[in-house]
């Protein structure tokens, strides 16, 4: 038990960095169009199968496809209710007008949406890895290379106004260091209770997907790079194919 909860609050932490690595990339230099639409491309095409393939399937099993479709809802509903009350800004939105204090405003905006998104991200990691623990470590892949552009849209517009480097990543490398709580209450709270641990896996489907839909494929829309989202996805999702069926799961 033990050994399981440190290697849940491990992974949902490497998944946390992520943003701060995010935020690294945006003070150093940002990622043109094309890279960007593929690596969102990619973490879309992972997440969409880890959703679907993995976790809807061994919710059904365990659970029956009504209390997971209830688990999948909520978890998409929980994120939708983030997003509205909640929002941040995606890596997409323009900042306009001059390099002042609404810039560095606009960045701890960010942060603290990202912050409180990311909790329940954290949940589909412990959830995922109580159930298998290479789900959790997939999972955890996903919701690092989805952390990436919110580390850059969190410290990009901090950074642009005028506040150093180092201020701009800490304060991405922060708003992703939440996602171990999110982890720890599944690692705590789930392990003894087989139903609920097969709803938290539906959640986190929820969850994933919503992130997919509404967050990574909108981003890359906009501009030249349609054709390097499309190939991302397609990375993406054959490595997981290759993945799941190298290692049963």
């Known amino acids: 038990m033990a050994s399981e909860l440190i290697n849940i609050i491990i992974l949902s932490t490497l998944a946390g960095l992520a943003t701060g690595v995010?935020?690294?990339?945006?003070?150093?230099?940002?990622?043109?169009?094309?890279?960007?639409?593929?690596?969102?491309?990619?973490?879309?095409?992972?997440?969409?199968?880890?959703?679907f393939m993995g976790l809807v399937i061994e919710a059904w099993k365990d659970i029956g496809y009504l209390m997971t479709t209830l688990g999948f809802a909520i978890g998409a509903i929980v994120m939708f209710l983030l997003d509205v009350y909640i929002p941040h800004i995606h890596f997409?939105?323009?900042?306009?007008?001059?390099v002042n204090k609404k810039l560095f405003k606009t960045g701890i905006l960010i942060a603290l949406g990202i912050t409180l998104h990311n909790i329940p991200e954290g949940i589909s990691v412990g959830a995922g890895y109580i159930h298998l623990p290479e789900f959790g470590v997939l999972i955890a892949i996903a919701i690092a290379l989805h952390n990436i552009p919110e580390g850059i849209a969190t410290a990009l517009p901090i950074y642009m106004s005028g506040a150093s480097r180092i201020t701009a990543v800490k304060i991405a490398f922060f708003s992703g260091m939440v996602e171990p709580i999110g982890a720890l209450f599944a690692g705590l709270f789930l392990k003894n209770y087989v139903s609920s641990v097969s709803i938290a896996l539906a959640?986190?489907?929820?969850?994933?997907?919503?992130?997919?839909?509404?967050?990574?494929?909108?981003?890359?829309?906009?501009?030249s790079h349609e054709h390097s989202t499309a190939l991302g996805i397609i990375a993406g999702t054959v490595s997981t194919f290759l993945l799941l069926g190298i290692f049963h799961i």
């Open 22 to 51: 995010g935020g690294l990339l945006a003070v150093i230099r940002k990622p043109g169009k094309k890279l960007f639409g593929f690596l969102t491309g990619f973490a879309a095409g992972v997440m969409l199968v880890i959703s």
């Open 92 to 98: 997409s939105t323009k900042e306009t007008g001059k």
């Open 203 to 223: 959640f986190a489907a929820g969850v994933m997907v919503f992130i997919t839909l509404d967050e990574l494929i909108p981003s890359t829309t906009k501009g």
